[in-house]
DNA sequence: CGTTAGTTTGAGAGGACTCAAAGTCTGTGG
DNA sequence: CCACAGACTTTGAGTCCTCTCAAACTAACG
């Protein structure tokens, strides 16, 4: 999926638009299991995801815990460290080989600052995020492990298949033998 | 918390903004245990609490779900129907007796739409959100019903001590026995 | 001061965890 | 093209956390 793709048409043939994701994105393919971005950092990239699966993870307790997968169309940040200025608590690792169009998210911010229809896509964007956010938080307050993996099934069928059970299981706030086993009783 | 206080500096004296505020906001007060917004309906306007406490909760199974508290300062919507534009699947109810001032959220969208600072203020709004759902999720994800309750007492005291337990227990994604067991051993 | 809402305590059941070990898959090098 | 190492998944056993149901207790409110 290219970036240009995932516009609304009243973006479309926008100059400043076009100028902006022609000039100051870049791209980058990853191979399996390479980081795109570490934890205790500032990195304030913004990530169009083009082509793989990437997932967010940090450690605790000496274990990896997965907090989120992005899939082609999925727009990727440390939002801890553009929205709070803080140091990133979360690595970016390609599950598979993977694709990504980049750029700072300063950028981003030069653009709306100038650009009301820029300014009103991002909103539009960050109201996305937050809509599926609610889902999630619904989804891990009070659900069993049965219940929140087949919700996953049904809203996210391709990090079922694409992604490790480990990986799936800490995503999902279950531990792996426990996913092992509902997968064996379904 | 006047709604004014809540802008950033470069916002205040905006002659648009302030048009807004003075125009297009309303202002009510709801009784404890009062419902401001009920499941169900397409109900599009935008809340700041002035003062007091409320939840946004729903039902399932024939409980009460919690799903989010709010209190001075905060900005509270249907995210489902402002974004989504599906009825919403929560209610609005005053803990306490509680102030807010509300406009529709077209108005937000009307000013956004002409001018740029309120576009990427609202942009702003959304992105702190986003900060605030992100660190909820990772308290739901991979943490005991304890670790849960230690941490909102404290990033949020003043919930701890304003609201019922059960409340606070639903918000936790724990029983009401637990909490309480979890109190007194504390 | 009684009624209702809210909280605590107890007992028992069950889901999910941990630790451990055995399978299974996958990719690399001989 | 096979064999083996390492990664990943499954299965088992035992434990503990949290749930549910029930009942007693306490606080709040008219």
Redesign the pocket.
Known sequence: MELIDALPHNLKNNPEIEKFLNGDFQTKTFKKGELISKQDQYNRNIYFVEQGLIRSFYYENGKEITTKFYIEGNIMANSDTLFQNNPTRYNFEAVEESTVKFCNYAKVEELCSVSLESANFSRFVLGNIITQMTDRISSLQFH???EKYLRLIHENPNIILRA????IASYL????????????EI
């Open positions: 069993t492990a049965k490790p059970l480990g990986m706030g279950i531990s792996q033998e426990t996913l092992s086993r509902i997968r064996s």
